[in-house]
């Protein structure tokens, strides 16, 4: 018996503590909202500068400004909870063109509120509800909190900072600014301008020019009607299905672009960048970061260093200069330029001419429809099906050409050279090399003038030649067949072959 | 001994052996390759180490320990029926008397369902919290910033200035917390400002200490 009752007790103490502990904690909220309506003239906009609270903005075809604020305060005691929400004044009123909706606080002197001196323990928030003309242009001004703008069919011009900015279903030129929190569009039939900062922009299905500045956030744009301008920094960079130019800059962020109905021009550093189905041309720099690319419809340039390009599909011509990265570019309807530095390129499939310059890198061609230039050092050159001429300048590495319908001139040092000809036509050949083997393969029946020339090597034919001047190991001149098309051979401490096609 | 290019990946892991590798490398292109790649690993590996603050780590696993020993704890107490039903009657009470003692009896202020404030309690924990984070930012910042401002790296330039900008917006947010503290969209904005400072010296203190 003596037990229960000290239990009771104890759960009484501990009750009236918790009462107490509760008491000096305790908090009062007070609360109260404001109401008006309004008439809007004809051509008048409306203005909203609030702060402290979240902004929900909604419209309606009539002509009425619907004004809802929740005041709410929170104070050690019910009375200046009370005081403080009464002070707050939500004005709504006419000035100039514009009907202006404002909150209100007290005044601050000195280190607080007007007639409150424990300022510390006050604290307040107001949510403004508007709904306004559908027509009327809007200028609204927030911070710390939340704006949401819906059905809006008139110019606006929103800045919020510290909140989520929303814009929904508008129509008009829009422009809205943040700062350390997101901006989000949906759907606007007409022009869109945001400026961010420390804050992501997400943007979808607006039919004008979307432009947009931002730093240190992720900027995702989807369909803009008429293309856009993103300016970015520190973040991502997304653009797809835009109805018009495109044009990026960007830093230390990947940049991804797809679907673009005309030119695009991308300007990244330290960060990737891929393009992908652009129908104009692109222009695609960036540096210590890969660029890609895919179907581009007309003219392609790429600028890149310390960068990888690969990609494939140009509707016109591409020029690509990098460095300390592979290339690797294939169908290119016209011709292609690529200079690179300490890089490896490999190129297929180009409608026209091929001009190639690299060092320390593999040259790899396959079908070049036009005359293929290669300047390399210290890199092998490998060709084959090359359907005009083709020029090969390189250093310390074998040159391999294979199936060259034209003259073939190849300027090579310490690396050994391998020439493959087909078809009777003349073509021209001039190789010259040193510290290795010159071997060219000739179609049975096709006619030559021959001047070899090596030291420290020998001279070996297939064919049966007449010989004109003197007979020597290492120096020839002579006639394959009826003679007439030249080819000049010279080596320096190599042997030279003149082999039939198919012979190994 | 007659050294093959097989024999490489065991003088890697003998010294004594490396002589033989080296002397063969003079002759062999592809084992020179290897062991020059070997000599740059071993020379940038150091480089590599890395360390960051973790200030929220230790407590982390101090709440981790504590919820735990607390779970075996209550597992361990047996609570008597007759205990349980006299602490909720008790409560039952004490809320009543609470009730009774506390409401205004004359105009019943219209208070909101779901509060925008913190309560006193929370605001308490909020600027320890906030005092320690303070802490722990700033010695991360000193740890960052000589480094960070002796750098011209782009990363490091970037970052200088987004540190530059995110003090400047610490102090203007924390004058208007000052003047409505119990706010509690204010003190989330102000959380997130010093959260977005502490990823970003993580974020930079690699590079800053590469380009040392």
Not at chain 1, 84 to 94: C, F, H, S, T
Not at chain 1, 306 to 335: L, M, P, Q, Y
Not at chain 1, 387 to 407: E, H, I, M, Q
Not at chain 2, 7 to 29: G, I, M
């Amino acid at each position: 018996m003596r037990n229960r009752r000290n239990n009771i007790v104890s759960v009484l103490i501990v009750g009236m503590t918790l009462l107490l502990a509760a008491q000096a904690f305790a908090r009062e909220e007070y609360s109260r909202n404001f109401d008006k309506t309004v008439t809007l003239a004809n051509g008048q906009s409306v203005r909203v500068e609030h702060r402290m609270g979240n902004v929900n903005l909604r419209t309606h075809a009539g002509r009425e400004v619907v004004v809802h604020a929740s005041i709410r305060v929170s104070a050690s005691n019910d009375a200046d909870a009370k005081r403080l929400a009464d002070q707050i004044q939500i004005e709504v009123a006419p000035a100039g063109s514009a009907l202006v909706i404002r909150t209100e606080y007290p005044k601050e002197e000195h280190d607080g509120f007007l007639g409150f001196h424990r300022l510390s323990y006050l604290s307040y928030s107001v949510n403004l509800d508007v709904s306004m003309p559908e027509a009327a242009p809007l200028e609204l001004r927030n911070s710390f909190g939340n704006v949401s703008i819906e059905d809006l069919k008139a110019n606006g011009d929103i800045t919020n900072a510290h909140g989520k900015l929303t814009f929904r279903n508008g129509s008009g030129t829009q422009r809205l600014e943040n700062q350390f929190a997101a901006v989000e569009v949906t759907g606007n039939k007409g022009d869109v301008e945001i400026r961010n900062g420390n804050g992501s922009v997400d943007v979808s299905d607006v039919t004008g020019i979307v432009n947009v500045k931002d730093r240190f956030a992720n900027v995702t744009i989807t369909n803009p009607g008429r293309g856009g301008t993103i300016v970015n920094g520190n973040g991502a960079v997304q653009v797809t299905g835009a109805g018009g130019d495109v044009r990026i800059t960007n830093s230390f962020g990947k940049v991804t672009v797809s679907n673009v109905k005309g030119n695009l021009v991308v300007g990244n550093g330290n960060g990737e960048v891929e393009a992908n189905g652009v129908t104009g041309s692109a222009e695609l720099n960036t540096s210590f970061g890969t660029v890609r690319f895919g179907d581009i419809g007309k003219v392609l340039s790429v600028r890149a260093t310390n960068s990888a390009v690969i990609g494939r599909k140009v509707g016109e011509s591409a020029t690509i200069e990098n460095s300390f990265g592979r290339v690797d570019v294939s169908d290119v309807h016209k011709g292609i330029r690529i200079v690179g530095g300490n890089s490896p390129i490999t190129v297929a499939d180009v409608g026209e001419e091929a001009s190639l310059k690299t060092s320390f890198g593999l040259v790899t061609v396959d079908r070049v429809g036009g005359m293929l230039t290669v300047e390399d050092s210290n890199g092998a050159v490998k060709a084959s099906g090359i359907r005009n001429s083709a020029n090969v300048k390189t250093s310390f590495g074998v040159v391999l050409l294979d199936g060259v319908a034209g003259s073939v001139d190849v300027d090579n040092q310490n690396g050994g050279v391998e020439v493959s000809l087909q078809g009777q036509a003349c073509r021209p050949v001039g190789i010259r090399t040193s510290f290795s083997a010159v071997r060219v393969r000739v179609p049975d029946n096709a006619s030559y003038a021959v001047a070899a020339k090596t030291s420290f090597g020998k001279i070996h034919s297939d064919f049966p030649m007449t010989i004109s001047g003197d007979i020597s190991s290492d120096s020839l001149n002579g006639n394959i067949g009826g003679g007439g098309c030249p080819m000049r051979l010279n080596d320096n401490n190599g042997s030279i072959e003149i082999l039939k096609n198919g012979k190994g | 001994m007659t050294f093959d290019c097989k024999d490489l990946e065991r003088a890697l892991a003998v010294p004594e052996l490396l002589p033989d590798a080296r002397e063969h490398a003079k002759v062999c292109d592809a084992c020179r390759r290897e062991l020059w790649l070997w000599s740059e690993m071993s020379s940038v590996a150091p480089g590599l180490r890395e360390e960051w603050e973790t200030p929220d780590l230790w407590p982390k696993i101090h709440q981790t320990l504590a919820a735990q020993q607390k779970a075996a704890k209550r597992n361990n107490v047996r609570f008597d029926w007759r205990m349980l039903a006299g602490i909720a009657a008790a409560l039952v009470i004490a809320v009543s008397v609470f009730i009774f003692m506390y409401s205004p009896s004359g105009h019943t202020p219209a208070a909101p369902r779901d509060s925008d404030f913190l309560t006193e309690q929370t605001l308490k924990e909020v600027e320890q919290s906030e005092a320690a984070y303070r802490a722990s930012i700033d010695k991360l910042s000193r740890l960052a910033e000589a480094k960070l401002n002796a750098s011209e790296n782009p990363v490091a330039i970037a970052a200088r200035e987004k540190l530059l900008v995110l003090d400047s917006e610490i102090t203007n947010v924390r004058s208007t917390v000052a003047h409505n503290k119990f706010n509690a969209q204010l003190q989330t904005d102000l959380a997130m400002l010093y959260r977005d400072k502490q990823d970003t010296l993580k974020e930079i203190l690699p590079h800053a200490q590469s380009s040392q």
